[in-house]
């Protein structure tokens, strides 16, 4: 974040339905959530899969805010706006310790500091921003980035750096302590379904590679190097990642990473396998995006869509 949002690129944000059959995704039902000349960005499913939480810039604004996108009947209006700020907030997502929405925030201070803050409180199944309660989840955690919770006391924290970004994982009991879990780090920050563990891209060799972090055993893994250049997946809640390239959908699946593959000079024919393509939005008339995530029932995923360079 920081510098790198120094001038947001443009960017829509899509949902499709998802089926999964065997190693092929089906996608269908495509449904544009933002409708914004600008920068629409970094989706996020509600634990329960009713609403996406996104951020974005309203033209001729300087700064993003948090919106809602509600799936399903909302009258004609199903965008609602969380928060209307003069700072900058980006990563929205449920704090399962608060059953509130936590936020990245760029402050309005003359180092436009960038710290972790606790924004609204859920009625029923709608966020309503209350800025008189909100607060800074820790004072001392600056730079900050990008995140995700662990469990309801520790999240992993992406802690900006002048060419290098590290990660860290911060307990909320202890928020004057941190620890660095790795040095040089891309955006991607996500939780491992069903584990106390965090995922991230390490930039450390020219290879990248999708690591995991286990908060319990305090120990790092290599999962799989990434596709070409490519920082950003997401979990499938049945244990298997997603990325893309170049318009195309591909799946990593952790068990099963050699596939019996039919050719037509050996059917039984096995090959290791990194990176299968699973789908190719072509054909749900969406070109490159780089941004993906999935909600918990793994029937739906939002994409993020940009306009020239990959942000």
Sequence with gaps: MGASFAQYPTTDIYMLKMKTKKQQIKLSHLTKISDNEGYDN?????????????????????????????????????VRQVTNTPESEFSPKFNPKT?????????????????FWDLSIMY?????????????????????GYYDWINKDEAAVFIVGEKKHALYRFDTRFPAQKKQIHDNVGRAILKVPHKNAVTFVSKAESTWNIMQYDFDKDSLTQIVPTLPECEDFCWHQKGYLLAGDKGKLYAYYPKKSVFRLRSTSNKNKEESVRWVQVADLAEQGIGEFYRLTVNKRGNRIALVTFTGKKP
């Design 99 to 115: 059953h509130r929405i936590s936020a990245v925030r760029i402050e309005t201070d003359k180092d436009s500091t960038q710290r």
């Design 124 to 144: 029923g199944k709608y966020y309503k921003a209350l800025k008189e309660r909100e607060f800074v989840i820790s004072e001392q955690l600056k730079g900050i």
């Design 42 to 78: 970094q989706p996020y499913f509600t634990p329960d899969g009713k609403d996406i939480l996104f951020v974005s810039e309203v033209k001729g604004q300087k700064q993003t805010d948090v919106y809602q996108y509600h799936i399903g009947e909302m009258g004609k209006n199903k």
